[in-house]
C-alpha cells in the first residue's frame, strides 16, 4: 500500500467521550460520487466486517466523504 493511502490511529476511551460502543471508527476519504452513491452500503459492509474481526457488535463505523485535495511529500 503507498504512503497516504491508510492513516490508522488508536486512541483509548477519554474522560469526555460518551456512549457504550467498544469501537468507534472513522473513515475519511475523498469524494467520488461512485463512493458517495455507495456509502451505506460501504459502511454496514465495513461495520459487519470490523464486528467479526473484533469478536464484538457494540461498535459503530462513520464514513465520511468530503469534497477534497490530499498531497503528500516523502
Sequence with gaps: MPPGDAEVRFRPRGPYDLGGLDIVVEVRSKWFASRAATRQERC???????????????????????????????
Aim: charged share 15%; net charge negative; proline share 3%.
Design 44 to 74: 454496514d459492509r465495513l461495520c459487519a466486517e470490523l464486528a467479526e474481526a473484533a469478536g464484538t457488535t457494540a461498535l459503530g463505523v462513520y464514513l465520511f466523504l468530503p469534497v477534497s485535495a490530499w498531497a503528500q511529500g516523502e
